[in-house]
């Protein structure tokens, strides 16, 4: 025959089943606690490095941006200075007076807005070639000697 | 084909004496390279001149007059130093190996005031396409007109990967590459030099001090003929002689110049 000792023996044994539920839940949390941390965590950190990340890749695209862009200008006021000088001495023959033209055109049609353009380096690289040879060509290598802003190492 | 060999010629082919020196004489310097002066060569037509260098850039200078020379093109593209320019034999294409282990084809824009570079072989830029996996040292044509009949219409080129590698030619002329075999040189060094003889055989020099000459033997490239420690060094160039089909001369490390005669 059930006594009150009997019935509250039977409550602290759980034998309802939302309290044993409830009992279980609460033991999960302390064992998924290391885990738990370690995803809330990972989530913090996941954010804090996209901003970091964000911040850096502005600034190294701001550079990166920044010496492509002032190669191409560069090369564009060459062109403009040697098409006034080849103007005022009339001296330079009419090939090397297209290869500034030539220049001074593509450097104008550059494209450089598009950082996802894989073409962006190859036309700039045909514009290194361009400058390079007119400079041979109007024999002013001592002038432009230390032009080439692609002084990357070599082996 | 067994049976050959090569030995050092016992021909004299003199020395420079002082007075000797007066019939040369400096006519031109041309300066556009921004350090050191790799290779350089003549085209086929003899109006060209192609040189390449560590700064990664392969210059063509056109004959303008009787001694000068002026720019035609200053062609960048070669992710490393380039080794070494070659004319292709019939036609003003020009061919240039580098330390980016490509190896490419340049040809005159249609509009005649640039060059480009119209097929890369191997390396980064090669498309996935087959090629060396190191440094292309050199690059020799199959000589169009063989001693055996035969038009030849191949490339052969060699690296530091120890392999040597025959291209196909295809389109106008041949002037085009795709790759064709590829086989070891036999030794673990780099391979420095290669030279197509008219004879048929691939002549190679290695940092291995040898020189090795490879045939094909029903189809397929097989070494005919080593001749180990032929130098010294490392042997940096073989070539063989434009009008004497069994004459190879070597260039080395150690100092000396060797010329050899097939038998």
Do not use: Q
Not at chain 2, 45 to 62: I, K, N, P, Q, Y
């Amino acid at each position: 025959m059930p006594t009150d000792d009997d019935a509250s023996v039977r409550s602290t044994r759980g034998g309802d089943a939302t309290t044993r539920g409830a009992i279980e839940d609460a033991f999960d949390k302390c064992l998924a606690l290391e885990s738990t941390a370690r995803d809330a965590g990972y989530d913090e950190g996941v954010d804090a490095g996209r901003a970091i990340g964000e911040a850096e890749g502005r600034e190294l695209g701001f550079r990166k941006g920044f010496e492509l862009a002032e190669e191409v200008g560069y090369y564009a006021g060459c062109a403009s200075a040697w098409k006034a000088c080849a103007r005022a001495s009339g001296t330079y023959g009419e090939r090397v007076e297209r290869m500034i033209e030539t220049l001074e055109r593509e450097c104008r049609e550059s494209k450089l807005g598009d950082p996802l353009d894989e073409g962006i380096l190859e036309r700039v690289e045909r514009l290194r070639g361009r400058f390079k040879t007119l400079v041979a060509l109007l024999g002013a290598r001592a002038v432009y000697a230390d032009a080439d802003a692609s002084g990357l190492p070599s082996f | 084909m067994g049976g050959e060999d090569l030995v050092g010629d016992e021909e004299d082919f003199g020395t420079r004496d002082a007075g000797e020196t007066e019939r040369w004489r400096r006519t031109c310097a041309i300066e556009g390279h921004e350090s050191e002066v790799k290779s350089c060569g003549w085209s086929p037509s003899g109006s060209l001149l192609a040189t390449c260098g560590r700064d990664r850039t392969v210059w063509v200078w056109e004959a303008h007059g009787e001694e000068e020379f002026e720019c035609a093109a200053a062609m960048h593209g070669h992710g490393g130093d380039v080794k070494r320019v070659t004319w292709h034999p019939t036609e003003d294409v020009l061919v240039t190996t580098s330390y980016d282990e490509s190896v490419k084809i340049w040809r005159e824009d249609a509009d005649g005031d640039d060059w480009s570079c119209v097929r890369t072989l191997g390396g980064e830029d090669g498309n996935g396409g087959e090629g060396h996996a190191s440094t292309v040292w050199c690059a020799s044509f199959e000589p169009r007109a063989l001693d055996d009949g035969r038009v030849g219409t191949r490339c052969v080129t060699c690296g530091g990967d120890g392999k040597l590698i025959v291209w196909n030619g295809k389109g106008f002329c041949n002037t085009d590459l795709e790759f064709g075999t590829s086989f070891e040189c036999g030794h673990d060094r780099a391979v420095l030099s290669c030279s197509w003889g008219r004879n048929g055989l691939v002549a190679a020099g290695g940092g291995d001090n040898s020189i090795r000459l490879y045939g094909e033997v029903d189809g397929t490239w097989r070494e005919v003929v080593k001749v180990e420690n032929a130098h010294d060094d490392d042997v940096n160039h073989v070539e063989w002689s434009p009008h004497d089909s069994s004459l190879l001369v070597s260039a080395s490390d150690d100092g000396t110049v060797t010329i050899w005669r097939l038998s």
